[in-house]
């Protein structure tokens, strides 16, 4: 499976941002989908999750209220809906693909989306 990340940009703190991410192929519904993301200097970190169905979902504690992943099995979309964003989470954000029913560890995720910037100013 192929996905594409997009929606990032430049926020101001407090202020709101949703990614996307369209995978493609025809089987979206049998995939974990999963956000991560990358500051400058740091190591890449586990954002949130969401199971196959879309029953569950799993977040880090650092955007837990804040953040929720969403998806649509029939637009083959996941979704990062990011709100009271903050200045440390600056970032590359990637959108990725577990064969698991989700994943929180980037060994779990087989596919991996491009990557979108993800800027917060103070």
């Known amino acids: 499976v192929q996905l594409q990340a997009s929606g990032g940009g430049l926020v101001q703190a407090g202020g709101s941002l949703r990614l996307s991410c369209v995978a493609s192929g025809r089987t979206f519904s049998s995939y974990g989908m999963g956000w991560f993301r990358q500051a400058p200097g740091k190591e890449r970190e586990f954002v949130a999750a969401i199971m196959r169905g879309g029953r569950s979902t799993y977040y880090a504690d650092s955007v837990k209220g804040r953040f929720t992943i969403s998806r649509d099995n029939f637009k083959n979309t996941a979704y990062l809906q990011m709100n009271s964003l903050k200045p440390e989470d600056t970032a590359v954000y990637y959108c990725?693909?577990?064969?698991?029913?989700?994943?929180?560890?980037?060994?779990?995720?087989?596919?991996w989306g491009q990557g979108t910037q993800v800027t917060v100013s103070s």
């Open positions: 990725a693909a577990s064969p698991l029913n989700y994943g929180l560890v980037e060994d779990e995720y087989d596919y």
